[in-house]
């Protein structure tokens, strides 16, 4: 055993519903009413890219027993577009990308000007990402500690604040040392050990992209990444806290079958010199330049096209909620599933330098292939349960409620997940 026995003791109780030896966290909810029992820590856990279905695969065993001893839904609907960036800061604000202003995972501010995944100063500027508040804010300012083993946004003083432990993001941390990293944390003295912890996992996502959803390499990406919830489970039982840490277990979207065959080439149908482009890929999106006749182009575009729809941001279908913010480019290209908007030269790039892909996501939030995963587990879940698919705004409530927060505005609707949560919780 890596510490004393005190501080497992300790430990335990602190976590325990009930202690009488810990002080209740002061919370917006609790502070005006009677003391309540600190919240047991919750964890909340991405894997990117996981489709709903891949569950079914026989390659996630640890996955799929926290899933029968807790809480699985059918599956949950990513927020459109279905992307990392957006999604992930969707499911830690309950507000629709729209609304919280990661609008994409490549964008223009008119203010702000780029942001790319790639731009770490960007992606470090909490002026992008102020538009939400995210869990760890509302729960670090109400006085829980706050740890995230990656997280788009963990790196923005965000508000001017930040998680009390967060890492920056770093691809070649395996997901064996992100678990450790958490259990590090949770190993932390009383006063610093966080109450929200998050944990992100990229090899299913990425092995998706490069192979395909269908390839062998995704279903070695499922085995690791079960391999380290394994360990996470392992050293959680050894805590003792597997029975009373609650585990949210989710991904940000799908992901679809996408060979390169399969790419429309935008400069045969608008002259790309006289737009400005933001993005590329699956949602591509354009605003006017000045001296060029936009309105041309957005008819042009606008037209029934085969392997792609294009609408003005005002024109969106509605059910996408999408095209209010500044940020949304004025002019829309989604790709059909399975399609990539791209032009010539960034093809030939992308062949040159090994990087054409056969999985892509982006694509109409509702299709099959872009459906995610839910999973919880823990004191708070029901055991055995299945819930129907709903969508991914709707997990926020449920984090507040089980940290005994105030959510901030949001878009999610708390009714819809109780049913997850055992009576009385
Ligand atoms: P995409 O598949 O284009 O939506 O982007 C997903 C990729 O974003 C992941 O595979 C990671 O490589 C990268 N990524 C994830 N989290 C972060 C982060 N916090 N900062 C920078 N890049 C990230
Ligand atoms: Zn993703
Ligand atoms: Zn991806």
Same mark, same amino acid.
């Given at each position: ?11 335990? %109780? ?48 640890? *996955? ?14 990513? &927020? ?14 309950? *507000? ?6 990661? %609008? ?74 992100? %678990? ?5 944390? *949770? ?9 929200? *912890? ?14 395909? $959803?269908? &390839? ?40 679809? &079958?996408?060979?390169?065959? @399969? ?23 354009? @605003? ?15 037209? $029934? ?20 913010? $500044? ?8 790709? @059909? ?41 823990? $004191? ?46």
């Amino acid at each position: 055993m890596k510490f004393p026995f005190r501080l497992l003791l300790c430990f335990v %109780v602190a976590f325990s519903a009930g202690c009488a030896t810990q002080p209740p966290t002061p919370s917006a909810a609790t502070s005006v009413s009677a003391p309540k029992a600190a919240p047991a820590p919750l964890l909340l856990i991405s894997i990117d890219g996981y489709r709903a279905d891949y569950i079914e695969r026989n390659q996630s065993p640890v *996955l799929a027993s926290l899933a029968k001893d807790g809480v699985k839904a059918e599956s949950m609907q990513p &927020s459109f577009p279905s992307l990392t960036f957006p999604n992930h800061y969707t499911i830690v604000t309950g *507000l629709r990308p729209d609304h919280h202003g990661m %609008v994409n995972n490549t964008m223009r501010d008119p203010q702000l000007g780029e942001f790319t995944l790639s731009n770490r100063e960007a992606g470090a500027d909490g002026r992008w990402w102020a538009q939400g508040t995210p869990l760890w804010e509302t729960a670090g300012r109400s006085g829980l500690k706050t740890a995230t083993m990656f997280w788009p946004g963990t790196e923005a003083p965000i508000h001017d604040y930040r998680p009390d432990h967060w890492r920056p993001y770093d691809a070649a941390v395996t997901p064996d040392q992100r %678990v450790d990293q958490v259990l590090e944390w *949770l190993d932390l003295p009383a006063d610093q050990r966080p109450s929200f *912890l998050t944990l992100y996992f990229d090899d299913v996502d990425h092995a998706g992209h490069e192979h395909g $959803p269908d &390839s062998p390499q995704v279903n070695a990406a499922l085995g690791k990444v079960d391999a380290a919830l394994a360990r996470l489970v392992d050293g959680l039982k050894q805590r003792q806290l597997f029975d009373h840490i609650n585990l949210i277990l989710v991904s940000d979207h799908g992901m679809a &079958s996408a060979p390169a065959k @399969n790419s429309v080439m935008i400069e045969k149908l608008i002259p790309l010199d006289h737009v400005q482009t933001v993005s590329k890929g699956v949602l591509a999106g354009f @605003n006017p330049k000045p001296g060029y006749d936009f309105a041309k182009i957005e008819a042009k575009l606008e037209k $029934p096209q085969k392997h792609m729809q294009c609408w003005d941001k005002t024109r969106v279908p509605a059910r996408f909620i999408y095209g209010n913010n $500044p940020r949304v480019p004025q002019l829309l290209c989604l790709a @059909n599933v399975g399609w990539h908007i791209t032009t010539k030269a960034d093809q030939a790039k992308k062949l040159k330098d090994g990087k054409l892909s056969l999985g892509e996501h982006g694509y109409d939030n509702s299709d099959p292939s872009m459906q995610a995963l839910f999973v919880a587990h823990g $004191p708070a879940f029901r055991e055995g349960a299945q819930l129907p698919s709903f969508p991914n705004v709707d997990v926020y409530p449920l984090m507040t409620h089980l940290l005994q927060l105030a959510p901030a505005k949001n878009d999610g609707d708390f009714d819809a997940v109780k049913e997850a949560l055992k009576p009385g919780m």
